[in-house]
């Protein structure tokens, strides 16, 4: 019931930039953390960025400085600004949500389609 939906994923020279956005709905009570991934051919997925419901963020290295990730609560969404693109950011990026029932059972977590970003040189 729940579905997670990214858009903005494309193709950009390096040194370009791209806008993802995440939009989760369904029945939720509550979205606690988001994150991106992104996976590469032959690589395994790894995390992006993360943002706490109270806005605290975290990132990778690699994207440091970069990279910026930002929630709209009142709307559902997280986006990804990322700027000053590199070949080796070329991955399908995925949205994660970490989704609060409001039951006893608690947090389960859920993972959008994916979209493709690819730099090229």
């Known amino acids: 019931q729940v579905q997670l939906v990214e858009s903005g994923g494309g193709l950009v020279q390096a040194g370009g930039s791209l806008r993802l956005s995440c939009v989760v709905s369904?029945?939720?009570?509550?979205?606690?953390?988001m994150g991106w991934y992104r996976q590469a051919p032959g690589n395994q997925r790894e995390l992006v960025a993360t943002i706490t419901s109270g806005g605290s963020t975290m990132y990778a290295d690699s994207v440091k400085g970069r990279f910026t990730i930002s929630r709209d609560n009142a709307k559902n969404t997280v986006y990804l600004q990322m700027n000053s693109l590199k070949p080796e950011d070329t991955a399908v990026y995925y949205c994660n949500a970490e989704i609060n029932s409001g039951k006893v059972w608690g947090s389960y977590g859920v993972w959008g389609q994916g979209t493709q970003v690819t730099v090229s040189s």
């Open positions: 369904g029945s939720i009570f509550s979205i606690n953390a």
